[in-house]
């Protein structure tokens, strides 16, 4: 059974830091696609950032870049999103989520075939 297991969330103070971890069991996800989203109460999940399977390319959210950063550690099944700078509406639930194959960087929740519970991320002004 494939399980994504987020952690690293919590309260922060406006301009401070987190690290959000994922990580991967059940299977082997060094070919999928990773991805890390948000949704915020009454609101849609929106796209945050994705790596592809190499790692060698990343692609985020206009409302992000600069600030955010992914990356994944295929030895160990795991990826990150090192948030800084964080502001007030970087308030949500963050979720991981993996596609397997194909080599194209989706930005839509629909595309994605496993997703974790999600991590709550609040930042106080």
């Known amino acids: 059974q494939v399980q994504l297991e987020e952690s690293g969330g919590g309260l922060v103070q406006a301009g401070g830091s987190l690290r959000l971890s994922c990580a991967v069991s059940g299977r082997s996800f060094s070919n999928d696609n990773m991805a890390w989203f948000r949704q915020a109460p009454g609101k849609e999940r929106e796209f945050v950032a994705v790596i592809a399977w190499r790692g060698s390319t990343k692609y985020y959210a206009n409302s992000v870049k600069g600030r955010f950063t992914i990356s994944r550690d295929n030895a160990k099944n795991t990826v990150y999103l090192q948030m800084n700078s964080l502001k007030p509406e970087d308030t949500a639930a963050y979720y991981c989520?993996?596609?397997?194959?194909?080599?194209?960087?989706?930005?839509?929740?629909?595309?994605?075939?496993?997703w974790g519970q999600g991590t709550q991320v609040t930042v106080s002004s």
């Open positions: 989520a993996a596609r397997s194959g194909g080599t194209y960087l989706y930005t839509t929740p629909r595309e994605y075939n496993y």
